[in-house]
C-alpha cells in the first residue's frame, strides 16, 4: 500500500510466526474454477521469498504438491493453506476450489478469513456463481479487493474487465470499484498483443517495471502520464468518498495537493471497513525472475489495506449446553476458543485438522474439550470430549512446518484430534464452549453404492464415517424402505472425488448403483379378504380364519386396525396377532414389494380351533386375509413428492419453469428475493429430482440454487406405475 520498492523480506525454508493479532492477515482466494487462484498462491509465496525462483520448496517439490487427486483432475478440489512473510507480518493466504461441487471448501476459507481476494480472468470474464460468494461477503462486511490474470491472453483487456467488475460488484457505487494500478504495456508480439511489463502506481504516480524479471521503480515519461490524470482524480474521489473523510473531500474539492501518505490512509480505512474494492493486476513470475507482476503490489495491499484479526468480530459462542456466554475478543491472553474450519488424512502424520484460533493460546500437548456441532442428519454425531492436541503445524506443499504455538488470529495444524469433526469447537477443558456454525448448504445430489467385494464390504461403515466427518457438505444414509447406502453429495465432481477417497485413502472399493426412491402402495377403493390357514400333517396342527375388510384412507394416516368381532369367533388372544399379521404384510407390500400405508383394515369375522389355533398360525391367516383383499381391488402406487424451492437471475426465470413442467412439477409460486433474483416454489416428484442438483447447474450457469423438503406421497400416474412395476420385476 506504501507503492515503494520492496525487497524481499521473507524467509524460505521456515514457518511463519506471529507474536501478536496485529502482525496476522487471513486472507481467502475466492474465483471460479481457472481463474488462477493456485497460480497467484505460488506467485505471492515466490516474491515474499517463501519459495525459490524455481517455485520449489526446501525438500524439491511446489506448493502445488496438495493432493493426488487434484493433479489427476488438474484442478483444486480442497482448501489449502499456504502461510508466508511479508515485513514482519504472517500472511495466511487461503486457496480455495473455484468449482461449484467444493463449496463446503470455499465456506471454510471465508470463515477462516478475515478479508477476501476475488481473483478474475481477463480472458473470461466474472462468472455468476463469483458474484454470489460477492453477496455472502457483503453480507457480512468482509473486506474484498479484485485480481485481474491472465493479462497474456490474446484477447484480454484490463480496462474492460475493470468495468465490468464494477458493474457486477459495484452495484449502485461503481466508484467503490476502481484500479489502484494501471498496467503498463510493452511492444506488441506478432499477434498484435501487447505484453504487460509493468505498472502505473496511480496514487504515488510512480511506474513499477517488472520486465527486465527484477520490479524497478521510476518516474513516468511524458507519454505516460496522461494515462494517469483522469484515472488519478477519480480514484482519490472515491477513495474519500468510500473513507467518509468529509474534511478531505472538502479540501480536495477546493483544489488542495493532498499528500500521499494521507491518501493512503484513507484508502486504508475505505478497504479495511469493506466499502472501497481496489482492482489490482498480477501475474506469476516468467522463468528466472524474482516475482510476478503485481505480487509486490498486492502484498502491501493485504499487509496494509486488509484487516487484522483483532478488526474483526469473532463468532457467537454459548456453553455446549446453549447457555450465553460474554463475546470473544482476539486475546492470545483469553479463553481458549478455536474452531475446526477442515479435516484431512495425511498418509504419514494421519488425521489433521485445521484450526483457526479465536482466542486464546493453542500448544502442542494441551488438554481440550472438543464441542460437536449437531449435524446428526448428516451422519455426524454430537459430542462433547475431552482431547489431547498433537503438534502444531503450518502446511506448506506436502511439507509440515512445526509450530510452538498458535495465538488468537492466527491458523495451524493439529494432529491427532481423533474426534474432532469440521465446524467443532475447541476450548478449555474446564470452560468449554460452542461457537455458532457457519451456514453449509445442503448436498442434493444422491449417490447409491454398496461394496465391491466381501473385503471392501468389512471396511466401508468405517471408510464412509471417516469421509463424512472430513467433509460436513457430504450426508451419509441408510435408506431402510429400500435398503440403500446413499452418500449425498453437492454434484458428479464432488461424487467423484469422494469415491476416489474411498478407495486411495482408506482403501474401499465401492460401485455405484441406481439409486431407488422409496415408494408406497394403497387401495384405491375397498375390497373384502379371507385369510384360511388350515394344515393338519400329523401331531399338532395350523388352524385360523379370519376375514377382513380394507378401506382407503387419506395420505398420511398410515395403518389404522379395527376390531368388530362378536361372539367369539376369533379368541380374544389371537386378535392381535392377526394385526400383526396384517402389519408385517403391509410391511412387505403386496403389489411391488413397497410398504403398504394409509388404509384402515377391519377384523369382522373367523374360526379358531381349540387345540390347533396359536399366535402364528393367526398372524399367517391375516396376512393372507390382506393379500386377497388386495387382489380384490386396483393398487395404486404412491410416489414421495417433495416441495422444491429455486433462487435465480431473473434471466432464468423462464428456462426453469418451463424444465419444473417437464419434471412433472407444479409451480406454486414465484416471488422476488433480493435484486434480480427469484425464488420459484413448487411441488416435484422425488423420482424426477434425483440429477436436478446437476441440472439446474448447468440450466442456470452456475448462478441457480434450490432447497427440497418431503411434503407427501400421492398415487403415481397409471402408464408410469406400470413401468415402475416392470422394471422392479425384472431386477428381482
Not at 154 to 161: G, I, Y
Not at 249 to 272: H, N, P, S
Not at 515 to 533: I, Q
Not at 562 to 584: L, N, T
Request: aromatic share 4%; with cysteine.
Amino acid at each position: 500500500m506504501s507503492e515503494k520498492s520492496s525487497t524481499n523480506p521473507g524467509a524460505a525454508g521456515r514457518a511463519p510466526a506471529a507474536d501478536r493479532p496485529a502482525a496476522l492477515r487471513n486472507v481467502v482466494l475466492v474465483g471460479h474454477s481457472g481463474s488462477g487462484k493456485t497460480t497467484l498462491v505460488e506467485a505471492l509465496a515466490q516474491a515474499s521469498g517463501a519459495v525459490n525462483r524455481a517455485g520449489r520448496v526446501e525438500d524439491g517439490g511446489t506448493l502445488s504438491d496438495y493432493d493426488e487427486i487434484e493433479h489427476r483432475q488438474q484442478r483444486s478440489v480442497q482448501l489449502s493453506l499456504v502461510p508466508v512473510d511479508w515485513g514482519g507480518i504472517k500472511v495466511n493466504l487461503l486457496d480455495t476450489p473455484g468449482y461449484a461441487d467444493f463449496v463446503g471448501e470455499l465456506r471454510a476459507g471465508l470463515r477462516a478469513a478475515d478479508a477476501a481476494l476475488f481473483v478474475v480472468s481477463a480472458a473470461d470474464g466474472v462468472a455468476g456463481a463469483t458474484r454470489m460468494v460477492w453477496d455472502e461477503c457483503a453480507a457480512v462486511g468482509m473486506p474484498r479487493a479484485l485480481v485481474v490474470t491472465h493479462l497474456e491472453a490474446a484477447r484480454a483487456d484490463f480496462d474492460e474487465m475493470t468495468r465490468r467488475c464494477a458493474l457486477t460488484f459495484g452495484g449502485d457505487d461503481l466508484d467503490a470499484v476502481l484500479p489502484l494500478y494501471l498496467p503498463l504495456y510493452g511492444t506488441p508480439g506478432s499477434d498484435g498483443h501487447a505484453p504487460v511489463d509493468g505498472l502505473i502506481g496511480l496514487l504515488s504516480q510512480r511506474v513499477f517495471d517488472y520486465s527486465s524479471g527484477t520490479r524497478t521503480e521510476r518516474a513516468p515519461t511524458d507519454d505516460e502520464l496522461p494515462l494517469i490524470e483522469a484515472a488519478r482524480n477519480r480514484l482519490i474521489e472515491g477513495i474519500i468518498a468510500e473513507s467518509e473523510d468529509e474534511t478531505l473531500m472538502d479540501r480536495y474539492l477546493a483544489g488542495e495537493d493532498i499528500d500521499l501518505k494521507t491518501l493512503v490512509g484513507d484508502l486504508e480505512t475505505a478497504v479495511a471497513r469493506g466499502s472501497f474494492h481496489p482492482v489490482l493486476a498480477a501475474a506469476p513470475a516468467v522463468e528466472g525472475a524474482k516475482q510476478g507482476l503485481g505480487t509486490v503490489e498486492l502484498l502491501e495491499l493485504i499487509t496494509g489495506g486488509f484487516p487484522t484479526p483483532a478488526e474483526r468480530e469473532a463468532p457467537a459462542v454459548t456453553g455446549p449446553d446453549g447457555s450465553p456466554r460474554p463475546s470473544l475478543g482476539c486475546d492470545p491472553e483469553g479463553p481458549l476458543a478455536a474452531e475446526v474450519v477442515k479435516t484431512s488424512s495425511d498418509p504419514y502424520v494421519g488425521r489433521l485438522s485445521l484450526v483457526r484460533v479465536f482466542s486464546g493460546t493453542l500448544r502442542p500437548d494441551d488438554t481440550v474439550h472438543v464441542s460437536g456441532h449437531g449435524l446428526t442428519d448428516r451422519g455426524h454425531e454430537d459430542h462433547d470430549v475431552d482431547e489431547r492436541v498433537g503438534a502444531l503445524s503450518a502446511p506448506f506443499g506436502k511439507q509440515q512446518r512445526p509450530l510452538p504455538r498458535a495465538i488468537a488470529g492466527d491458523l495451524a495444524c493439529v494432529a491427532k484430534l481423533t474426534r474432532a469433526e469440521t465446524g467443532d469447537t475447541l476450548s478449555a477443558k474446564d470452560d468449554p464452549l460452542l461457537m455458532e456454525p457457519w451456514a453449509m448448504p445442503d448436498p442434493l445430489l444422491p449417490v447409491a453404492i454398496r461394496a465391491h467385494s466381501k473385503a471392501d464390504e468389512d471396511k466401508l461403515s468405517q471408510g464412509l464415517a471417516r469421509l463424512v466427518a472430513e467433509d460436513p457438505t457430504m450426508r451419509l444414509e441408510h435408506n431402510q424402505d429400500t435398503r440403500q447406502v446413499v452418500l449425498w453429495c453437492m454434484g458428479e465432481a464432488h461424487t467423484d472425488v469422494a469415491l476416489e477417497r474411498l478407495r486411495s485413502r482408506y482403501g474401499v472399493q465401492v460401485d455405484a448403483v441406481e439409486h431407488k426412491v422409496a415408494l408406497r402402495e394403497t387401495f384405491s377403493g375397498s375390497a373384502a379378504g379371507r385369510g384360511r390357514h388350515v394344515k393338519q400333517s400329523g401331531g399338532h396342527g395350523q388352524f385360523a380364519i379370519c376375514e377382513i375388510q380394507v378401506e382407503p384412507l387419506p395420505g398420511g394416516s398410515g395403518i389404522e386396525f379395527v376390531d368388530k368381532v362378536v361372539g367369539g369367533a376369533v379368541p380374544r388372544q389371537f386378535i392381535p396377532s392377526v394385526e400383526k399379521g396384517v402389519r408385517a404384510q403391509a410391511a412387505r407390500g403386496i403389489a411391488a414389494g413397497n410398504p403398504l400405508v394409509d388404509i384402515r383394515v377391519t377384523l369382522l369375522d373367523g374360526k379358531s380351533h381349540s387345540v390347533d389355533s396359536s399366535d402364528a398360525a393367526f398372524q399367517t391367516a391375516g396376512a393372507l386375509a390382506l393379500r386377497e383383499a388386495a387382489a380384490q381391488t386396483r393398487i395404486d402406487l404412491l410416489e414421495p413428492v417433495s416441495e422444491v424451492r429455486v433462487l435465480i437471475p431473473d434471466e432464468y426465470v423462464g428456462p426453469v419453469l418451463s424444465d419444473l413442467s417437464g419434471r412433472r412439477g407444479r409451480v406454486v409460486g414465484t416471488e422476488q428475493s433480493g435484486a434480480g433474483r427469484t425464488l420459484v416454489r413448487a411441488e416435484v416428484p422425488e423420482i424426477e429430482i434425483g440429477r436436478y442438483a446437476v441440472d439446474l447447474r448447468s440450466l442456470s450457469h452456475g448462478t441457480g440454487r434450490f432447497s427440497r423438503g418431503y411434503l407427501r406421497h400421492e398415487p403415481m400416474p397409471g402408464q408410469l406405475a406400470a413401468r415402475m412395476r416392470e422394471q422392479e420385476a425384472v431386477s428381482a
